[in-house]
């Protein structure tokens, strides 16, 4: 998949992450695309990017499918309270897998499917130079389309 294709997954990410009532409420902050901004307006907030898993399948019609490993982790600060991981969780679930074949179409692909899978652990410990700590984080498997000319 080209830059291009991921950027436009990301902005259906961010979508379906604003569309989500309980991905909302448990994340004020918003979702971002690879960094959060340097002054967060509210607590939690996420973080999200793609890693490619394997090559591009090519297909004999031109079109390609490839799987991503789409992780996302949210993040307050050291001294906030208050933080409920599992209604985190459940937020970035609900954004994520509701209805997980039927996503918005781009210009280049399409999002075959999104379906969560066991979070390894990997995120950035550590954000905004140290001032702002993991909360809780996942990890879902993406199948994307792309149609080329």
């Known amino acids: 998949m080209s830059a291009f294709v991921l950027d436009d997954v990301a902005k259906l990410v961010g979508d379906r992450c604003t569309s989500s009532t309980l991905f909302t409420g448990a994340i004020p902050g918003g979702s971002f695309y690879g960094r959060a901004p340097d002054a967060p307006a509210a607590y939690p907030y996420a973080v999200f990017w793609f ?11 031109g079109s390609s499918w490839q799987l991503y490993t789409l992780r996302m982790a949210a993040y307050c600060p050291p001294s906030s309270s208050g933080q409920d991981p599992g209604s985190v969780q459940a937020g970035m679930d609900d954004a994520l897998t509701k209805n997980p074949t039927t996503w918005a179409t781009m210009p280049a692909g399409s999002v075959v499917h999104c ?30 389309a792309q149609y080329l000319p």
């Open 51 to 61: 890693e490619r898993r394997g090559e591009p399948q090519r297909q004999t019609d």
């Open 115 to 144: 379906l969560a899978e066991p979070f390894d652990g990997k995120f950035a410990k550590e954000l905004r130079q140290a001032q702002d700590v993991f909360v809780v984080g996942g990890q879902w498997v993406m199948a994307l």
